[in-house]
């Protein structure tokens, strides 16, 4: 049954069953051959024979299905609660519309234990920032020394140095034997990785990248590549790793931790190694693009030119004409400059003549003769002011010296007095009942006193 097409939108509208297939195309051609790991659960088996399951996890579960021409090659029976990795593909299984692992082979002795061991140091490597793109090193686009660490042996290095030959680029290439397969593996690995970092810059042997290299097969197999110390090695790498280990399928945590991952040794080769003929012919073309584009800016630049000679004209004219203009701006700017002078020459003697006329130093001697003038009047009217006080104060002291007691003192007249305890003056006697016989008195006489002792009182 054909698409057709909305007349109202013009969207092509397909079939539940075409957008099935397409479904299922698509992840075929995807998953064309992937390795799950899970539990078994929900297993059944009815009168066809086929194994039903679902392999499940702690975050997912996927429906999967083993045919009975299949189990034969199986080394155990499987059975829910079963630890698996199940080897096979992706499919659609379109009357239900539901996506389903249909299973080739099923690894039961150790390959589920390393696949758990293999995502639990995958998830705490990357917890550390080992596979974070901002500590990965740029790959030289044209490396001179290229050192492999692998097994000679292999035919990986040898798919590896035939795409090296093949395309004739002059690079050389070291081979690090190393074993890559089984107990001690990783440890030489490593050794290999920190032994090629510690060649010194200046040593002819240091390389531009290392690669490791390895052929495909199981994960037992390739388990070297996923030990920890190995991917600690990568990531403390002074130079840039490229990782080619396996087939395109197959994953290794040296992998994630390599500056750069290949699918295959082979596919290594052809994107570090670059193309000699095909690198002279990019710089050839490079060479006539740059030649047809100077020639392209000289034509520009000489039409550029040749219309601005044509938009100029002669220039000897015109730089007479210029040199006219400029002797005559420069005869006006002299005759304003003589006028401007002049008015200011004639500013500057009115300013001084007015300067003369209030000149500081005349101010200051016509100030100084007032203040002299000023200062004898002050002296005079002082005094006469003095004078004036002192007769007023003459006045005053004859005045006061009339009445005063001390006057009276003068002429014969005396004064009688006690002291009292406890009072501040001396208490006057004028009247005879003030005194006792035996009491002691003072008589105030003009020139001094004199301290007496009353001998007998007499009333009048």
């Keep these: 049954m054909e698409p057709f097409i ?27 051959f992937v390795r799950v790991s899970g539990e078994i659960s929900n297993l059944s088996r009815p009168y066809s024979g086929h194994s039903y399951f679902t392999l499940k996890d702690e975050g997912a579960q996927l429906r999967a299905v083993l045919f009975k021409g299949q189990q034969r090659f199986l080394a155990e029976e499987i059975r829910d609660g079963r630890q698996v990795v199940c080897h096979g593909r992706i499919s659609v299984y379109e009357p239900r519309g539901d996506y389903q692992l249909i299973v080739d082979t099923i690894d039961f002795h150790g390959a589920g234990l390393l696949q758990l061991q293999f995502e639990e140091l995958k998830r705490r490597l990357a917890a550390e920032g080992l596979f974070d793109e901002e500590r990965k090193k740029a790959i030289p686009a044209f490396p001179e020394k290229i050192t492999l660490i692998t097994s000679p042996s292999g035919a990986a290095v040898h798919d590896f140095l035939k795409i090296w030959r093949n395309r004739g680029w002059g690079a050389t290439i070291q081979i690090f034997p190393v074993r890559v397969q089984g107990a001690g593996a990783a440890e030489e690995i490593a050794k290999a990785i920190a032994r090629i970092n510690k060649i010194k810059t200046t040593d002819t042997g240091r390389p531009d990248i290392i690669v490791l290299c390895r052929g495909g097969g199981s994960l037992e197999d390739l388990w070297a590549f996923n030990e920890e110390c190995v991917a600690r090695a990568i990531a403390g790498s002074i130079l840039p790793i490229v990782s080619a280990i396996g087939h395109e399928v197959d994953f290794t945590i040296a992998d994630f931790c390599a500056d750069m991952r290949a699918p295959t040794p082979t596919g290594a080769a052809e994107q570090i190694i670059p193309n000699k003929a095909k690198v002279q012919s990019q710089i050839l073309l490079c060479k006539r693009q740059l030649a047809t584009l100077l020639l392209q800016k000289i034509n520009d630049y000489s039409r550029q030119v040749s219309q601005n000679r044509r938009l100029l004209g002669d220039l000897g004219m015109t730089l007479s004409h210029f040199t006219l203009q400029i002797d005559h701006s420069t005869s006006r700017l002299t005759h304003s400059l003589e006028r401007l002078l002049q008015e200011q020459t004639f500013r500057l003697e009115r300013v001084i003549s007015r300067l003369q006329h209030q000149s500081p130093a005349t101010r200051v001697a016509m100030q100084t003769e007032r203040l002299r003038h000023a200062s004898e009047k002050l002296c005079q009217q002082i005094q006469v002011l003095l004078q004036q006080k002192s007769a007023a104060f003459s006045a005053q002291a004859a005045l006061l010296d009339t009445v005063s007691p001390l006057a009276t003192l003068a002429r014969g007249y005396a004064i009688v007095r006690r002291k009292k305890s406890g009072k501040k003056e001396e208490e006057i ?10 009491e002691a008195i003072e008589i105030v006489l003009h020139d001094g006193r004199l301290e007496c002792e009353v001998k007998e009182v007499v009333a009048l």
Aim: proline share 3%; glycine share 10%; no cysteine.
């Design 6 to 32: 909305s007349t109202s939108s013009g969207l092509e509208i397909l079939t539940v069953s075409q957008i099935s297939r397409s479904i299922r195309n698509l992840l075929e051609g995807e998953f064309r």
């Design 429 to 438: 006697i004028s009247r005879s009942g003030q005194v006792h016989p035996g």
